[in-house]
């Protein structure tokens, strides 16, 4: 991707500026010379650039580092003392917020139960009421700003709006705005897979500003975060990834979306439970622990412990994701897939049942050449990617 085409002066300050932090941030103690190699930046510009980021505070020096070669270097990183991000991620059963610091290190997260059922403001208000707690408990530090994860479709516009198919009471309320107004601090919301693509290419790939990275959101929802060369894609209106509103069956089941045959009413975790229920009431399966009443946790319990009703679900459902990551692979040719949310927690048995199904619907040396993984983070991946978000808004 060419990024000077119709870029002024400012914006390519404001990309090189956002690439500088984003290497002091991946590696951490390292010199301008080293920023300079990696980046392909006149040292000039490198050195420009650092010193308004050690004005503004951002970056620190950190003592001399010995380059081989007679000459010690000053070593760069963020100041992780100072400043502190909040992340919000709300999911159609819960909302998680947490403290982060410049290097997406967590300090407090909070985890509760919500109903999208409910009034959209006094959901809000309670979460209000608990972001103030935690910022009364963590006050000595300076907070720069809130990113906030929301499920899809997300509209982004003058006002950004979720479209959750069964919740159109949130369809008026912008979240941004009044999240806003209440801490009077900026605020940047995104789409949770695009967060959590951001937080894996920040954090656990080896791309600094090439290569392309989908981060596939298996869980209540399906979606896909893009990442080509660095920029988080995001279409007109910011719905481009909605793969679990693509059909894979054109006769199939109605989604609550309007479509038919939804990769989404297949393959979610809602879908897997709602199959697990039919299967319990049919009454053929009597030696399970899994209840009507099981939530998705007892049910990966449940797969993980090798219970046949389980492992029948699961491997329909991943039948059907397996076609939705064929389109992908179809449509975007990424260098790498990784699979995060509630599916991550399948692991390694969730990729023995997937692969095989890919392989035989794939050109061989396109299967060969995608990478599809599993991702590594034991927290919310769309969580950190909130405010890895915010932080990659570099008019922040």
Not at 160 to 180: A, G, M, P, V
Not at 264 to 289: F, H, Q, V
């Amino acid at each position: 991707m060419d990024y000077k085409r119709g870029k002024n002066i400012f914006d390519l300050q404001s990309m090189n500026r956002s690439l500088i932090l984003n290497i002091i941030r991946k590696y951490q103690n390292v010199s301008r010379a080293q920023i300079a190699k990696k980046t392909g930046l006149k040292p000039s510009t490198v050195t420009n650039i650092v010193n308004d980021l050690i004005e503004d505070t951002l970056v620190v020096e950190k003592g001399y580092v010995d380059n081989g070669v007679g000459r010690k270097s000053i070593q760069l990183s963020l100041n992780t003392q100072l400043y502190r991000i909040l992340a919000v991620r709300l999911t159609r059963h819960h909302i998680l917020f947490g403290i982060f610091d410049l290097n997406l290190n967590d300090y407090e997260i909070i985890k509760y139960r919500i109903d999208l059922d409910n009034d959209p403001f006094a959901i809000l208000e309670e979460l209000k009421l608990k972001i103030k707690a935690t910022f009364e408990k963590y006050q000595n530090y300076k907070y720069i700003g809130i990113g906030v994860s929301v499920p899809g479709p997300f509209i982004k516009g003058e006002k950004n709006l979720i479209y959750l198919s069964n919740f159109s009471k949130w369809r008026e309320i912008d979240i941004q705005e009044y999240l806003r107004k209440c801490f009077n601090l900026p605020v940047r919301m995104v789409h949770d897979a695009k967060a959590g693509a951001l937080c894996e290419w920040w954090l656990d790939t080896p791309f600094l500003d090439k290569g392309s990275l989908i981060y596939l959101a298996a869980g209540q929802g399906i979606g896909a975060g893009l990442i080509v060369d660095g920029e988080v894609l995001n279409g007109s209106l910011g719905i481009l990834g909605e793969i679990g509103h693509t059909s894979i069956n054109f006769d199939g089941k109605k989604c609550k979306c309007g479509n038919v045959g939804c990769l989404e009413t297949y393959a979610s975790t809602i879908a897997i439970l709602d199959r697990k229920d039919e299967l319990l009431k049919n009454g053929k399966y009597k030696n399970t622990p899994l209840t009507l009443n099981s939530n998705i946790d007892d049910y990966f319990n449940a797969l993980l412990s090798k219970d046949r009703l389980a492992e029948r679900i699961f491997k329909e459902a991943v039948g059907y994701l397996a076609v939705g990551i064929v389109n992908i692979i179809n449509s975007y040719n990424p260098d790498i897939i990784i699979i995060g949310d509630e599916y991550s927690k399948a692991g390694d048995k969730l990729l023995k049942l997937l692969s095989p199904l890919i392989k035989d619907r794939v050109i061989q040396e396109v299967f060969e050449k995608t990478q599809i993984r599993i991702s590594k983070f034991k927290m919310d991946s769309a969580l950190i990617g909130a405010a890895a978000y915010f932080l990659d808004n570099t008019e922040n």
